[in-house]
């Protein structure tokens, strides 16, 4: 069953064509990813499925009801948690809970058991009086998603809201996203850093309006029409000018103490040996890895895949 | 090629009770990409504060391209560039007002600014839009110029602050092939980040948790000894890993 | 000291401003907007205030003094014919702001040379009108009397001599004002504004780990500022004197440097300013009641300090505005010269020095406290 239904849609800021015609539709329970460079188009799209954006022409159904429409249904039943910390800065953290839970009116009677489940996950209750201005950017991050769960919705959408995060929380804040997944309510969220990618159960790929690829992370990935080798152990800049000569190599990237090369076949073990004498690289070693989402990403760009 | 660039040794910073920086040892080679990786709080913004001569440390030694940071803070500012992705441009002037600022502040002469700006529009293919304000520009367009711009001065070392998030994948490649270049022709670059996609370009990183360095190495012997596959899940396990190693191990 | 530096901070602080629609808009159109305020809806100078007139006389005495009333040009008089109980309507209803009750018998008490009481009842709700309204009725009164007794049997006479602004109208005193209000607007809002700015944005930082000092960034940010306030203060100038025909009496060279000297005292409370605030918003926060409020409630622009009591006449002692009225009045009025003046400027560039001083040390190339 479907939860949410994007079909064609689109929105022009002026000159910008925000958005040139996304379609795309979530499972009920799915954890779904907009995995995009900043102006892609990702939030857009996901303040169009808030309601707080009209798109242009195209129509948006979340759980049946039509964005145009029915907006306080949807607001009723939808969490949103926007890029930039939209909580107020001097409410303590139990104070913003409190303020979110009276804008949804949640029953009096059912608060301490909810705020025991958003405490519970959020590891927050320690510091329930501070002031939300003073709590670190994962724990910020938290509240704000606490907030935006208050009313228990059915539909949770975030927009980056691992930005500017440090590598722990991030990590701690996606299995969160897990768990509350686990419980049955379907989350979209966008994201610019292409390692998350992998966080989610379905991606959608966004450059410039559209969606370039849309699938499992591990089908995404799969649709790559090169093979990824991982090349150290000697002198790279010299070994990445000599491949660049070479006919089967599609891309090379310099990553520190690597090389990371596209080839447009498996190279054979005899190629192999022929570079390393050829362009005088003994201590050549080489793996084969499986392509990053980046490296899917600048496939699509360059309209490498169909 | 082996001249040292930076080198700290225990460098300490405190606040007040709070030790934000303790006992940082480093030694940067000239020409090295080198990463500074940790979590919010961890010390690095601190570490890098001190090198480049906004804040004094409180103990300890610290040379930067040769000069002392306790005595030779205008010295070391003229021989660093640096750009953040917080802030890299001014948005309301145009791209060729932004390099004249930049070059202006550096004390540069107007014909050198013009000779450097002509070779840096055509280095980052901006040739007609000099005119445009900044704030019309793609991010990774803004981001090659917020470098050049940092870079105007031609310092040897540059210090770059989370450079590249949230551009788009080829902007980002192409950015670290004109840093790749840079350090290869001897420029030091220094990189703050807590992405873990962009410590992977380093040739080292340097991983700092509650003020203290915890971990220094390459991204791939940092992956191969902790046996993860990225250097994310490598972090993550550094970080949250409540009983550090002895320091002799590092 | 680099002038390029300096030069480049300048460049870049003069686009920021023609960039700027808002900045635009507080120097062009805020000027004009406030003379035009002041000069049109502002007015002290009292005009046909309506006045009811009730009666009971109705003799020829008393028709002769409601007739000085109908001469006069501040007045507009109309006979009150209804009830003395809905006497309060007319004020209730805004029908009259005064009402002149002349009694049955005034013409007869005045002939039996006894002296006669007529009753004026006044709205005040409006205190400054109203006591403007008391003083002219009594003026017209006293003239009322003086003819009547043919002058020669009245004790004594007043005569009353204004000075410098005989027509007592209100632009010669609110011209002044607005200059000060806005070279304080100009140069203590606008400059703590931009400096807070590229803190909150960060663009401070990238501008301290480059090799230049204090000073430049000080002086550089401060010059354009300095140059538009100067622009401004000359628009005002110019449209008092022409449009608003305020007498230019003094030298425009002394009135141009002491300008000077106020707009450097207002550039240094708006750097110290700056220095304590971290946000914009904190800096216009702190400019509006640090500045802005001072110059309007306690540098004697609109309310007289002397009637004010003593902690806020102390207050008003550091408020610069107050010594640049003095110096305007001055020198547009009574053509002053800078030894009458001494005492004043001293003033200014006291606080200058005292506010830059501070700044300076305050304001590093660092992000030390």
């Given amino acids: 069953m479907h939860h949410l239904i994007v079909d064609n849609v689109a929105k022009t800021y002026g000159e910008t064509r925000a958005l040139k015609g996304v379609s795309l539709a979530v499972e009920k329970g799915e954890l779904f990813g907009l995995i995009g460079p ?189 093979r990824v080798y991982r090349l150290s152990g000697t002198a790279l800049q010299d070994l990445k000018t000599f491949l660049e000569g070479q006919p089967e190599v599609r891309g090379i990237q310099l990553f520190g103490d690597a090389l990371h090369v596209s080839f447009s076949e498996k190279p054979s073990p005899e190629t192999w040996r022929e570079w390393a004498r050829r362009g005088g690289f003994p201590g050549l070693r080489w793996e084969e890895i499986s392509p990053s989402i980046e490296d899917v990403f600048l496939a699509h760009m360059a309209g490498e895949t169909a | 090629m082996n001249e040292i660039a930076v080198q700290t040794q225990n460098l300490t910073r405190r606040f007040g009770k709070f030790t934000a920086v303790d006992r940082l040892t480093i030694t940067v080679s000239r020409g090295e990409i080198f990463g500074f990786l940790g979590a919010n709080g961890a010390g690095k913004t601190t570490a890098i504060r001190m090198l480049c001569g906004l804040l004094l440390p409180s103990e300890g030694e610290a040379t930067v391209a040769g000069f002392d940071v306790y005595k030779s803070s205008e010295a070391i500012k003229k021989n660093i560039g640096y750009m953040s992705q917080r802030f890299s441009l001014y948005d309301d002037l145009t791209i060729s007002e932004n390099i004249d600022f930049f070059g202006g502040v550096y004390g540069l002469s107007p014909a050198l600014i013009e000779e450097r700006k002509e070779a840096l529009i055509e280095q980052v293919g901006l040739g007609d839009f000099r005119k445009r304000l900044t704030r019309d520009l793609p991010l990774g367009f803004k981001q090659r110029l917020a470098l050049g711009s940092a870079m105007l001065h031609d310092p040897p070392i540059i210090f770059l602050d989370e450079p590249t998030s949230g551009v788009d994948p080829r902007a980002r490649r192409e950015f670290w092939s004109i840093i790749n270049e840079l350090a290869a022709a001897g420029k030091t670059v220094f990189v703050t980040t807590h992405f873990m996609d962009e410590a992977e370009y380093c040739h080292r990183v340097s991983i700092m948790r509650a003020g203290k360095l915890i971990a220094l190495d390459s991204p791939g012997k940092l992956k191969e000894s902790y046996g993860r596959n990225n250097m994310q899940d490598v972090f993550v396990a550094l970080v949250n890993d409540e009983d550090p190693r002895p320091e002799e191990q590092l | 000291m680099n002038p390029r530096r ?341 003033w200014l560039a006291g606080m200058s020095v005292v506010l830059l001083t501070i700044s300076w040390r305050k304001f590093s190339t660092n992000l030390e406290r």
Avoid at chain 1, 118 to 131: A, N, T
Avoid at chain 3, 59 to 68: D, G, M, N
Avoid at chain 3, 276 to 295: E, G, N, R
Avoid at chain 3, 307 to 314: D, E, G, K, T, Y
Wanted: net charge negative; aromatic share 8%.
């Fill in chain 3, 6 to 346: 300096v030069a480049a901070i300048s460049a870049k602080e003069f686009i920021h401003i023609i960039r700027d629609p808002r900045t635009l808009l507080i120097i062009f159109i805020m000027p004009v907007l406030l003379l035009m305020m002041f000069g049109y809806a502002f007015n002290l100078e009292i005009q046909d205030v309506r006045v009811a007139v009730i009666d009971d006389d109705n003799s020829a005495l008393s028709r002769q003094l409601i007739e000085r009333f109908e001469g006069s040009p501040f007045f507009t008089v109309f006979h009150y014919q209804g009830s003395r109980e809905d006497l309060e309507t007319l004020f209730l209803e805004r029908d009259a702001r005064a009402i002149l009750s002349i009694p049955e018998n005034f013409a007869a008490t005045l002939i039996g040379k006894h002296p006669a009481g007529i009753q004026v009842i006044i709205d005040a709700t409006d205190p400054n009108a109203a006591t403007s309204i008391n003083n002219y009725c009594r003026q017209i009164v006293t003239d009322f009397n003086a003819g009547l007794s043919g002058g020669a049997a009245m004790p004594f006479t007043l005569e009353s001599n204004i000075w410098y602004n005989p027509e007592m109208r209100s632009a010669p005193f609110f011209v002044p004002g607005i200059l000060a209000l806005l070279l304080i607007m100009i140069s203590a809002l606008l400059t703590s504004i931009t400096i807070t700015r590229e803190k909150e944005s960060g663009t401070l930082e990238q501008i301290l780990v480059s090799p230049i000092r204090p000073g430049e960034i000080i002086i550089g940010k401060v010059l354009p500022y300095i140059l538009i306030a100067f622009l401004d203060g000359s628009m005002i100038l110019i449209l008092g004197v022409t449009v608003f025909k305020v007498p230019f009496v003094g030298s425009l060279f002394l009135l141009a440097l002491l300008m000077a000297l106020f707009v450097l005292t207002a550039l240094s409370l708006g750097l110290i300013l700056s220095t304590i605030a971290s946000t914009q918003q904190v800096a216009m926060m702190l400019a509006f009641v640090l500045t802005l409020l001072p110059t309007l409630l306690l540098s004697g622009f609109i309310f007289p300090l002397a009637s004010m009591p003593l902690p806020l006449q102390l207050i008003s002692t550091i408020v610069p505005a107050k010594y640049f009225l003095v110096i305007v009045r001055g020198i547009l009025l009574k053509g002053n010269t800078i030894a009458e003046l001494l005492v004043q400027v001293l």
């Fill in chain 1, 38 to 226: 900043d102006g892609a188009g990702k939030t857009t799209l996901l303040r169009s499925i808030c309601t707080l954006l009209v798109p242009d022409s195209g129509s948006i159904t979340v759980a049946g009801l039509d964005i145009s429409r029915d907006v306080p249904a949807i607001r009723a039943i939808l969490g949103y948690m926007p890029q930039r910390f939209s909580l107020y800065q001097d409410l303590s953290v139990a104070q913003n809970l409190r303020f979110f839970a009276d804008l949804f009116q949640v029953p009096k009677h059912e608060r301490p058991e909810r705020l025991a489940r958003l405490y519970h996950f959020s590891r927050l209750e320690p510091f329930k009086s501070r002031l939300a201005g003073n709590l670190s950017g994962g724990m910020k991050q938290k509240l704000a998603l606490s907030c935006a769960l208050i009313h228990t919705p059915e539909i949770l959408v975030l927009d980056e809201p691992t930005f500017g995060v440090d590598p722990v929380s991030r990590q701690e804040f996606w299995e969160i996203l897990h768990q509350i997944r686990a419980g049955g309510t379907t989350i979209v969220v966008s994201t610019a850093y292409m390692d998350e990618a992998d966080q989610c159960d379905r991606i959608a790929l966004f450059f410039e309006g559209e969606i370039a690829a849309m699938g499992s992370p591990a089908a995404v990935k799969g649709a790559f029409p090169y």
